[in-house]
């Protein structure tokens, strides 16, 4: 159970930082006119004849808009997660509260509607 919770943990943060360092957005002038067009066929217009892809549109040209508070917390939840599957495999107690698996599980919890989440992670 523990390498799968482990696994699980380290995915969904993986999940989260990947969406959030793809956030971008453009500010200021861009020294052009653009019209951003919707639909099936998502695209922007630059200018009066250039069609761009919405991707490739904000990857060339749009800046980070990655919330800093967002990546932070799930490289403090990445630590937590590395520091007790790497330190203690078979989960002793790390406080006089919780061992060091059930800080997974509460580390899990927010995911409980995810398909590979498992029931005997829930916390007791």
Do not use: C
């Not at 919770?5 to 653009?34: C, H, K, M, P, T």
Request: glycine content about 8%; cysteine-free.
């Amino acid at each position: 159970m523990s390498d799968d919770l482990v696994d699980f943990l380290r995915a969904r943060l993986d999940a989260i930082q990947r969406r959030e360092e793809g956030q971008r957005s453009i500010s200021g002038n861009l020294g052009f006119d653009w019209t951003q067009y919707g639909g099936d066929d998502d695209y922007v217009l630059i200018g009066k004849d250039e069609r761009v892809p919405v991707d490739e549109f904000y990857e060339r040209y749009g800046e980070s808009a990655a919330d800093p508070q967002v990546l932070a917390d799930v490289d403090a939840k990445r630590r937590i997660v590395d520091g007790i599957a790497d330190a203690d495999p078979h989960g002793a107690h790390i406080t006089g509260m919780f061992t060091a698996w059930d800080v997974l599980r509460l580390l899990a919890l927010p995911f409980a509607d995810h398909p590979d989440y498992q029931p005997e992670w829930r916390p007791s």
